[in-house]
């Protein structure tokens, strides 16, 4: 067996016989001790500031869940491929392993798409918090947005018509704009999810389920008598703040792992015919980091989707 | 959490801390077994997403039935995915500290704010 | 008398090294540079203090030409002085003592002390260190930035943090997070190093104590960090993208509400992610220096370490409760006394741990023949330095006592014994002890002695008065030294608790104290040169008769380490064998003993004679 440079270290690719590891895998997984401790930090912060949040005031519902649970999926499969890739090498078949990670490097790619994909959705869709609140009945679009037919309704939230990403108000205003044009989402945040079904269930019952679903015009509300527009960007509440920071910390640890699978995948490759059990090992490793990035998620999901 | 690796082996044969990790019969077994765990965790993906749709009278109920799904998948893709299950107890040992500590973060945390000021709203 | 075998260029060599030896020491050199930058900050703070109000001399000019407005007229402004408290605690900490204690002690040592021929991954060790430096430099940058640097003290709590205009913060937090990666993967380095390189015969009871102590420190900056990493990410996103993780709903600023902002963020959340590392760090600060004293002390009592297995044990405790005693810097944010009497309990039962070593290290001298070194000095009055410090800590365990002492002076006092006196004497021993080691050329003895009675005196003269001073009333980080709150302030006549001119005084006192502490640095920074070129050659490759394998290789050592493979034979510290035979022998009679050696290294096989002495 050749060692090319780290001939003076030991167990850098066989095991230590009393602690039944090699360097790589130990680091490794010592990484990932000290992850558990970032993400378990984040994820203290997340419970801490959602039991603080006032009555009514953390979204929910906002999240497209069909789409969340595909990219669930789409995680899983290549966590199997990682896996798979790891014993097709191990039965010494690189063939089968090539074919395996290609199918990761796809998911992988796939997942941070569909991401951005519901990234952008977000940049674009607004919740506009009014001066003086607008009563239920007021527009047909607001039946959603209180909880009892006659109730006041403080925000509203939707699609704004010819508005990009990102605006806020002062941006707004700076583009010389008067007033804007708001397209209420069918539900606001404030009614609980259990209020929500209930109301859905009543219109299903309802005659064919129509009530819902007629289009109304969009709203017009003059920005003077706008306290604050934010899309549901970090800066929209302390919800979206953790669901970006978190997501797209994740986002990141799936990006690393797909740059260290292509680099072992081309350019890494060589090693495996000079030191077939070393390279064997950095996949087994690589596949750790993989598999934890596939944990993360599977926490992250209910949490940020479903609670 | 492993079977100790009493068995001494040779230095050139093996890849990692299992005596028979390398025959092939033990790998396609390995597959297997990663293909099981594979369907747990699409039924425990789809398990999570229709507890979305289930009334639960508190949002406790719904939080803990969540993360117990959340953990049960976990926990297969730590031992199976991860094979933590075929490592040497030693791994186990610090992932073990670490858990310690990382509950205990968020233990305190949680609790001394609760202590204070109590859960306002706790209701989706 | 290097042994490398292949000629490298000047970069690869001093620059991109792999050796963990070379990067050890790079270690140092930038730490220290950052100590010294963080002592010439202090200077001016205290001069200041001692003279609110006035021109700073002779460097006034160049202040105001770096750092603008904030030093007009070469005044240190309120602005200015929170600015230099806030950097002289990040520097000191971050990159000062930690990088000083665990990259280039734990960098040059662990590995040496445990047979190993390098850290288990050194490309990854060259990374940390580069992380480290550019960490640093971006926060050195930060006083270049547009408003000068952060200024909201070390700890950098929110809101404040977030509402302040200025860049300073967001280079904080940039450089933090480097510098945090760059510990995690340093501390990855020590622990697989100790787990996977130790030599054949090294077992976890004959690691000397030094590397069971970096061994800890490596797991406490593992698990601790993280958190800190995370609150600097969410802090980041505040100031950045404008969230609100720690700005609480109606915030009002200088009678203005917060516009655009959403709320519902809690400062509390970045306390206790904080305080998570907040307080391991402390440990950080103090259990490898633990280690160099235990090191130093073997070797100059010539006889074992008292009670190695409860040091050992003790300093595993402590590297699980400090885990969980973080919220004693809380105790003024109020908590439910359950917590709190969780907290205080945890606290005060982490100080026994202490204790232990302290009293295994001071029941050593027991019976030793003790050489008084200049090494030996600094260990030796590690212990009663530290002796304050602890004991200063116990009050501040209690929540009701605490109430009183918090953010006063009384808490700087008390850990300034313990890093300044403390840490920093263990640290100033460890380059004297190993200082021939590393150049294969001693340090001065009598410099030495100049700068060790010097900053002894000059240290205590400067921090014993903080104590008193916090205990007359006088809170920290005030930019006027408490002159508003004494009675030299008209308004103050009369008032009970006003600072009185004796407390005042002090000041006077601490400023030219530091003055003398920096002018006693003087020998050392000469003499260290000095040395490396024209210090006293080593007479052999174990100049102090020292047991652990980090004097059993040629010196200085070279690329790999050891000339032949080390195996080892016996537990750290076997000193004084012809004592411990004579012990063993039923009747004893020291002619039969005489002969044996007072040492014998850690790799020398047990020989027929001394196999039967206890170990
Ligand atoms: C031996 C037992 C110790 C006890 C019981 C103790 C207790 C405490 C307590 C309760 C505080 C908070 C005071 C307050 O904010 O009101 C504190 C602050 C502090 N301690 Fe200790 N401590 C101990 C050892 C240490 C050690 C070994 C160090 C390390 C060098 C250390 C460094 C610090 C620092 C840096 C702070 C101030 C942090 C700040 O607010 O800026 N302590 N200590
Ligand atoms: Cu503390």
Redesign the interface.
């Known amino acids: 067996?050749s060692h090319s440079q780290?001939e003076?270290?030991?167990?850098t690719?066989?095991?230590?016989?009393d602690?039944?590891?090699?360097?790589g895998?130990?680091?490794m997984?010592?990484?990932l001790?000290?992850?558990?401790?970032?993400?378990?930090?984040?994820?203290?912060?997340y419970?801490?500031?959602r039991?603080?949040?006032?009555?009514?005031?953390?979204p929910?519902?906002l999240l497209n869940?069909p789409i969340g649970?595909f990219n669930?999926?789409v995680l899983?499969?290549s966590?199997?491929t990682?896996?798979?890739s790891w014993?097709a090498l191990?039965?010494g078949d690189f063939q089968t392993y090539r074919k395996y990670q290609l199918v990761t490097l796809a998911c992988a790619v796939g997942f941070l798409a569909i991401k951005s994909f519901e990234y952008y959705d977000k940049f674009t869709h607004y919740e506009v918090w009014l001066k003086a609140p607008l009563a239920a009945g007021e527009h047909p679009g607001l039946a959603g947005h209180a909880a009892a037919p006659d109730a006041e309704v403080p925000s509203v939230i939707g699609h704004v018509e010819g508005v990009g990403p990102f605006e806020?108000?002062?941006s707004l205003e700076e583009a010389g704009a008067t007033s804007i044009t708001i397209h209420p989402d069918k539900y606001h945040y404030r009614l609980?999810?259990?209020q929500q079904?209930e109301r859905t269930m009543k219109e299903a019952s309802m005659e064919g389920g129509s009530a819902g679903a007629e289009a109304h015009e969009g709203l017009t509300i003059e920005l003077s008598k706008i306290a604050?527009l934010?899309a549901l960007?970090?800066?929209?509440?302390?919800f979206f703040?953790?669901y970006?920071?978190l997501t797209a910390?994740h986002a990141l640890h799936v990006a690393g792992g797909i740059v260290a699978f292509a680099w072992l995948l081309w350019p890494g490759a060589r090693m495996w015919r000079e030191e077939p059990?070393r390279y064997?090992?950095r996949i087994?490793v690589t596949?750790?980091f993989w598999?934890?990035v596939?944990?993360v998620w599977?926490?992250l999901?209910?949490?940020l989707y479903?609670? | 959490m492993s079977e100790a690796?009493s068995t001494?082996?040779l230095?050139?044969t093996?890849?990692?801390?299992h005596g028979h990790?390398?025959d092939?019969e033990h790998?396609r077994q390995?597959?297997k077994r990663?293909?099981i765990?594979?369907g747990v965790?699409?039924v425990g993906?789809i398990l999570?997403?229709s507890?979305?749709?289930v009334?639960f009278e508190e949002m406790w109920q719904?939080?803990s039935v969540?993360?117990l799904?959340?953990s049960v998948?976990?926990l297969f893709?730590?031992i199976v995915?991860?094979h933590l299950w075929h490592?040497?107890?030693?791994?186990g040992t610090?992932?073990l500290y670490?858990?310690v500590?990382?509950v205990g973060?968020?233990a305190l945390?949680?609790g001394s704010?609760?202590s204070v000021?109590g859960?306002?709203?706790?209701?989706? | 008398m290097s042994s490398e075998t292949h000629e490298l260029g000047f970069l690869r060599k001093y620059v991109f090294s792999l050796d963990h030896k070379v990067i050890g020491i790079q270690y140092g050199i930038t730490s220290l540079s950052f100590v010294f930058v963080g002592l010439v900050l202090m200077m001016l703070m205290r001069w200041q203090i001692a003279n609110p109000g006035e021109a700073v001399p002779i460097v006034g000019g160049l202040l105001e030409g770096v750092m603008g407005v904030p030093a007009a007229e070469g005044k240190i402004s309120p602005d200015l002085y929170n600015m230099f408290g806030a950097m002289h605690g990040t520097i000191m900490i971050f990159l000062g003592i930690v990088p000083l204690v665990f990259g280039a002690f734990g960098n040059y040592l662990v590995p040496l002390q445990i047979g190993?021929?390098?850290m288990?991954?050194?490309k990854?060790n060259m990374f940390s260190y580069h992380l480290y430096l550019w960490g640093g430099l971006v926060m050195l940058a930060s006083f270049l930035a547009p408003g000068g640097p952060a200024q909201a003290g070390w700890t950098s709590y929110p809101p404040l943090t977030t509402i302040i205009p200025t860049d300073g913060q967001t280079y904080w937090i940039i450089a933090m997070v480097i510098i945090i990666t760059s510990s995690?993967l340093g501390?990855?380095?020590v622990?697989?190093t100790v787990?996977?390189?130790r030599a054949p015969g090294m077992t976890w009871g004959r690691l000397p104590f030094f590397v069971w102590t970096e061994f800890v420190t490596a797991f406490l900056l593992?698990?601790?960090?993280?958190?800190?990493?995370?609150?600097a990410?969410?802090q980041f996103?505040?100031r950045i993208?404008?969230?609100?993780?720690f700005m609480p709903?109606d915030l009002i600023v200088s009678g203005t509400p917060m516009a655009?902002?959403?709320g519902?963020?809690?400062p509390l959340?970045w306390q206790?992610?904080f305080w998570?590392l907040g307080h391991p760090e402390v440990y950080v600060l103090v259990l490898a220096p633990m280690g160099i004293v235990t090191e130093i002390f073997a070797n100059n009592i010539r006889k074992p370490i008292w009670g190695y297995p409860a040091m050992v044990g003790s300093i595993l405790t402590i590297g699980f409760l400090s885990m969980v005693v973080w919220a004693h810097h809380m105790f003024m944010t109020g908590m439910g006394s359950n917590i709190s009497m969780f907290f205080q309990t945890t606290t005060t039962v982490i100080s026994i741990p202490s204790v232990i070593v302290m009293t295994c290290l001071l029941l050593s001298l027991w019976g030793g023949s003790i050489r008084f070194t200049v090494p030996m000095l600094f260990a030796i009055t590690f212990l009663p330095m530290f002796g304050i410090g602890g004991l200063t800590g116990i009050p501040m365990a209690f929540n009701s006592t605490d109430t009183v002492l918090h953010d006063s002076y009384y808490i700087i006092g008390h850990f300034h014994y313990l890093v300044a006196p403390g840490t920093l004497f263990a640290v100033f021993g460890g380059i004297y002890y190993w200082f021939p080691k590393a150049t294969g050329r001693h340090m001065s003895v009598k410099l030495g002695h100049a700068h060790f009675w010097g900053s002894l005196v000059c240290m205590n003269l400067i921090f014993f008065p903080m104590l008193v001073q916090g205990l007359a009333g006088m809170g920290r980080r005030m930019s006027d030294g408490g002159a508003n709150y004494s009675l030299a302030n008209p308004s103050n006549e009369g008032v009970v608790g006003a600072l009185s001119s004796t407390i005042m005084g002090l000041n006077v006192l601490i400023a030219w104290s530091v003055v003398a502490l920096a002018l006693f640095q003087l020998p050392f920074i000469f003499n260290f040169f000095y040395s490396i070129v024209a210090g006293e050659k080593v007479e052999n490759d174990n100049p102090w008769g020292a047991t652990t394998l980090e004097w059993q290789t040629p010196t200085p050592p070279p690329h790999?380490n050891f000339a032949e493979p080390v195996v080892v034979y016996r537990k750290a510290y076997d000193y004084s064998l012809h004592f411990k035979a004579l012990h063993a022998q039923e009747a004893p009679e020291w002619g039969s003993v005489a002969h044996l050696p007072d040492f014998e290294p850690q790799n020398l096989p047990v020989s027929a004679e001394t196999v039967g002495a206890p170990e």
Not at chain 1, 13 to 17: A, G, S, Y
Not at chain 3, 222 to 231: A, T, Y
Request: proline share 6%; hydrophobic share 50%.
């Open positions: 067996m780290h003076a270290i030991p167990y690719t066989e095991v230590r016989e602690t039944g590891l090699y360097n895998k130990l680091g997984w010592l990484f001790a000290s992850e558990v401790m970032l993400f378990g930090g984040l994820f203290s912060a419970v801490f500031l039991l603080g949040a006032r009555p009514g005031e953390w929910h519902g869940i649970t669930t999926l899983i499969t966590s199997l990682v896996a798979m014993t191990k039965l806020t108000l002062a609980t999810a259990w079904a604050r934010s960007v970090p800066r929209h509440s302390t703040a953790c970006f920071t910390l059990e064997t090992n087994e596949g750790l598999h934890f596939d944990l599977i926490f999901f209910p949490t479903l609670l | 690796t001494p082996t230095p050139a093996h890849g990692h801390g990790a390398d092939p790998i390995m597959q990663f293909l765990v594979y965790l699409i993906t999570t997403v507890m979305y749709y009334y719904t939080v969540a993360m799904i959340a998948k976990g893709v730590a995915f991860m490592d040497h107890r030693n791994l610090i992932l670490t858990g500590v990382a973060l968020f945390t949680i704010f609760l000021v859960p306002q709203y706790l209701v989706r | 190993a021929p390098d288990a991954f050194p990854l995690l501390s990855i380095n622990i697989t787990i996977q390189l593992l698990l601790s960090f993280p958190p800190l990493e995370s609150g990410i969410l996103v505040d993208f404008g969230a609100s993780f709903h655009d902002v959403s519902g963020g809690s959340l206790h992610l998570f790999g």
